[in-house]
């Protein structure tokens, strides 16, 4: 298993700021997963980040509105960019290490005023 | 990956075994039966996964039909803690490189006294 941590698990924002959520992994893992889940509604990938190279995004999703970065095998950071309400949401990572299952972070609950 | 149909919603007293059930009729050779749940506001939840073989682990039980279209996914004595949306995900393996789950709208379950 992996042990992952957020920061942070919840923030208050007004609406075109940014906000930078960071997630931490206990170990080293290749792919890193950044989720959002809408009020009520599952869970979507927003994008996958690999070491040393540019996070890959799900259609619907952009590097300018969610630029990621991935300096290393055990961290990442998702900046959510010129929020709206709209980007209400609990943002989440994960990480699946070789041979294991997804494990996710706590989550980060985003409100947008 | 293929998609998966499940009842938006089970009761099911404390105590009793939970039974939630799964249609994947569209599964490839090589996808597995995830299940994963989500106790409200935290991250999803690893519980076990299969590909053929009935799986047993700490928390719960797979039953993979022979024809592998449906599974079940059985708590044995449910408690109050269980209460959560439970995803039956179908996915390729993770043998080396780590793919996205896609969540489906999931079963809510409800355990009450």
């Known amino acids: 298993s992996a042990v992952i941590s957020q920061k942070p698990s919840r923030d208050i924002c007004q609406r075109g700021t940014s906000l930078t959520i960071q997630c931490q992994v206990d170990?080293?893992?290749?792919?890193m997963f950044w989720y959002r889940q809408q009020p009520g509604q599952s869970l979507t990938l927003i994008a996958t980040?690999?070491?040393?190279?540019?996070?890959?995004?799900e259609s619907g999703f952009v590097i300018d509105k969610f630029p990621i970065s991935r300096p290393n095998l055990t961290f990442s950071t998702l900046t959510v960019s010129n929020m709206s309400p709209e980007d209400s949401s609990i943002y989440l990572c994960?990480?699946?290490?070789?041979?294991?299952?997804?494990?996710f972070g706590p989550g980060t609950r985003l409100t947008v005023l | 990956d293929a998609k998966t149909t499940q009842p938006p919603s089970m009761d099911c007293a404390e105590g009793r075994a939970a039974n939630l059930p799964c249609n994947h009729s569209?599964?490839?050779?090589?996808?597995?039966v995830y299940w994963y749940r989500q106790i409200h506001s935290q991250g999803p939840q690893y519980i076990i996964h299969?590909?053929?073989n009935n799986e047993t682990n700490e928390m719960a039980s797979l039953i993979i039909t022979e024809d592998r279209k449906s599974s079940t996914l059985i708590l044995p004595h449910a408690t109050l803690r269980d209460t959560a949306v439970y995803y039956c995900?179908?996915?390729?393996?993770?043998?080396?490189?780590?793919?996205?789950?896609?969540f489906g709208t999931g079963t809510r379950l409800q355990v009450t006294l």
């Open positions: 994960s990480v699946e290490p070789v041979g294991t299952s997804q494990f």
């Open positions: 170990s080293q893992v290749t792919m």
């Open positions: 980040a690999n070491q040393g190279s540019e996070a890959t995004y």
């Open positions: 569209t599964i490839s050779g090589n996808e597995y």
């Open positions: 299969g590909l053929k």
């Open positions: 995900i179908v996915r390729v393996h993770n043998t080396g490189t780590a793919s996205k789950l896609t």
